[in-house]
């Protein structure tokens, strides 16, 4: 007897998906993309830089740096307003000279700070000028035909940064060296190379730079969060260079403090312990009278190892988002939800209330507690001097500096009266008031004030759509007012607008 065979049945669960394979991808498709990409961005950042170094040129008066003196002085017109324009020496001795207002507008154009902007346009001054076998090279960039041996603009830049200090007769030897390899040499190359046109051209600076080596030597503790993206963390870097000795002293006495640490019972890792270890150092020494039990010393108090100052802010926003039953509400001092989160005003960076406490419980530390301030509070006095209690207000409503792509912090810099101080204003006007005030700089306040001999005239109608603007004429300064809601309308000699808020700056033309 035979046994049937079974018939097999597929049945489809109702849920089952059908998935398809993916399409083939054409790798070498997406490596010519690539390629082609790339080539226009590179082409595109030496049109950039071209333009540049034209600006600079348009900003010049034709004269140049003395072609052995020191970098970075200016020649100032004895004609000229205090606090007015000046000529800056940015590329190297005999390059020319540059109108400082002029590198605002084109930072400003191209999205960034002065302090950006200003090496950029030094860097083209000095390639043009100074290094024109290099600057060849920079323009065949521009071309796709000729790019493979092409100096990128970045390398370029970081070659002009070494040279910036030679003499003509040094520079013109690293340009006419490095110009045929330059697309491939590396930096240790070219830094040996310029090292070699100092010894060569310039023995007797070679043997000062020996002689000075110590006035290099510098420690920094870092403003700004370690991790931007984290800025809650409140670490931040150090780094300098010291003398040899000192290093060595350093370094003994930092790993003997993280083995303390450890034998205390911390159990964190080796490098945690070792900055710890930097913090115990400082809390030591600071407690150490250096100078004896003399009344009559300079200084004959001990310093404390840690102060801590504190500001407290309470919005609507923030205690709401503590009530039963409200919905969670950001807090326009820290910019998240809730009151958990505290501003560091030297750092600029957020840390938790924790962390506050336990850098208020940390021994011989000095806690200064001020009075609760509220910044929706209108203050204003009829004096052109501004009064501590209408600045430390500004300072705190603002904290950096309002001029567009700037993030200086507001404490220690200027305070200028948006709507300009009228002094035959009837008492009682209240120009000097927290509603017209404003952070600046010291340069972004000269260009605010001053105009610039120098460049093209700016449209003759001005720039449209601001009416605030209409009684200023159109002229070689930066103007701005600020619109209900705190954000500062900035507008360049040129015309260009830009919008700065508490979140950064956004160009407007």
């Not at 605002?104 to 346009?121: D, F, K, Q, W």
Request: charged residues 20%.
């Amino acid at each position: 007897m035979s046994v049937p065979t079974p018939s097999v049945v597929r049945m489809n669960h109702p849920s089952t998906a059908v998935v398809e394979a993916p399409p083939a991808i054409d790798t070498t498709a997406l490596l010519a993309t690539a390629r082609a990409a790339a080539a226009t961005q590179q082409a595109a950042e030496v049109a950039a830089f071209v333009a540049v170094a034209d600006w600079a040129d348009a900003h010049t008066d034709g004269t140049v740096g003395d072609p052995i003196g020191p970098l970075g002085l200016w020649s100032e017109d004895p004609t000229s307003v205090p606090g007015g324009d000046r000529f800056l020496e940015l590329g190297g001795p005999g390059a020319p000279l540059v109108s400082e207002f002029c590198l605002y507008e084109i930072s400003g154009a191209l999205g960034r700070s002065v302090t950006s902007g200003r090496p950029l346009v030094g860097d083209a001054i000095e390639l043009r000028h100074r290094l024109p076998r290099l600057y060849a090279r920079v323009l065949a960039g521009a071309d796709p035909s000729t790019q493979r041996r092409s100096l990128p603009v970045w390398r370029a830049r970081k070659i002009a940064a070494l040279t910036r200090t030679l003499t003509a007769e040094a520079a013109d030897f690293v340009d006419r060296n490095l110009a045929p390899v330059a697309h491939r040499a590396t930096m240790p190359t070219v830094e040996r190379l310029v090292a070699e046109a100092v010894v060569r051209f310039d023995p007797e600076n070679a043997e000062l730079d020996r002689a000075d080596a110590d006035a290099g030597r510098y420690f920094t503790v870092e403003t700004t969060p370690v991790d931007a993206a984290s800025p809650w963390t409140g670490v931040v870097a150090v780094h300098g260079t010291l003398d040899s000795a000192d290093a060595l002293d350093l370094q003994n006495a930092v790993q003997r403090v993280a083995a303390d640490l450890a034998a205390a019972g911390c159990d964190a890792d080796l490098d945690v312990r070792r900055s710890m270890a930097l913090g115990e150092l400082a809390r030591r020494q600071t407690t150490l009278d250096l100078y004896g039990t003399d009344s009559t010393a300079a200084h004959t108090t001990r310093t404390p190892a840690r102060q801590v100052v504190l500001y407290v802010h309470f919005s609507d926003a923030a205690i709401a988002s503590h009530r039963p039953g409200d919905g969670p509400g950001i807090d326009p001092a820290t910019g998240t939800t809730g009151i958990d989160l505290a501003r560091e005003e030297n750092t600029r960076s957020l840390v938790t209330a924790d962390q506050v406490r336990d850098w208020c419980q940390s021994p011989n530390t000095t806690i200064t507690v001020k009075p609760v301030i509220d910044l929706a509070e209108h203050v204003a006095v009829d004096a052109y001097e501004i009064p501590d209690r209408i600045a430390e207000r500004v300072r705190l409503d603002r904290a950096t500096c309002a001029f567009p792509y700037c993030g200086r912090p507001a404490r220690g810099l200027d305070l200028d009266h948006t709507e300009p101080y009228r002094w035959e204003a009837a008492p009682g006007a209240g120009q000097t008031s927290t509603a017209n005030l404003t952070p600046l700089c010291r340069g972004h306040h000269r260009v605010k004030t001053h105009p610039s001999p120098t460049g093209a005239s700016p449209p003759s109608d001005g720039p449209p759509g601001i009416d605030p603007l209409a009684e200023h004429p159109p002229d070689r300064r930066w103007h701005y007012h600020r619109d209900p809601l705190g954000t500062y309308l900035w507008t360049s000699p040129h015309g260009l607008r830009y919008a700065v808020d508490s979140t950064g700056t956004t160009p407007l033309s």
